[in-house]
């Protein structure tokens, strides 16, 4: 299941044994793959996708969680901005803080 919100949560066994397997060695990071599945749900502006993104918002990559952030921005409402506060209030991360603003200010 390739789904964008399955690809943006998965751990290191689901990316080397069913998503890196069908890339032939073209992209070796996960992170790259989770970046690319946050851009997806922040353009699908689906409200569903919301709590993936919140989870993404503390993974260990920080470029997982800036775009995390932006999808979230992308989407809005209410539910995505207080997990955009409350993420903003422990990221240490300039770039993903600035995501968050930025996010914020389009929500």
């Known amino acids: ?7 943006l949560d998965m751990d290191d066994h689901y990316f080397n044994n069913k998503v890196q397997q069908l890339l032939y060695g073209y992209i070796w990071e996960k992170k790259f793959i989770q970046r690319n599945a946050a851009i997806a749900l922040g353009n699908s502006r689906s409200e569903q996708a919301i709590g993936y993104l919140n989870r993404a918002l ?6 997982v969680r800036g775009y995390s952030a932006w999808a979230l921005g992308q989407i809005g409402g209410a539910k995505a901005k207080v997990y955009l506060e409350r993420a903003l209030s422990s ?3 300039e770039m993903v803080i600035g995501e968050i603003k930025n996010a914020l ?3």
């Open 58 to 63: 503390q993974d260990p990559e920080a470029m």
């Open 1 to 7: 299941d390739l789904k964008p919100q399955v690809l």
């Open 91 to 93: 990221e240490s991360s």
């Open 105 to 107: 200010i389009m929500n």
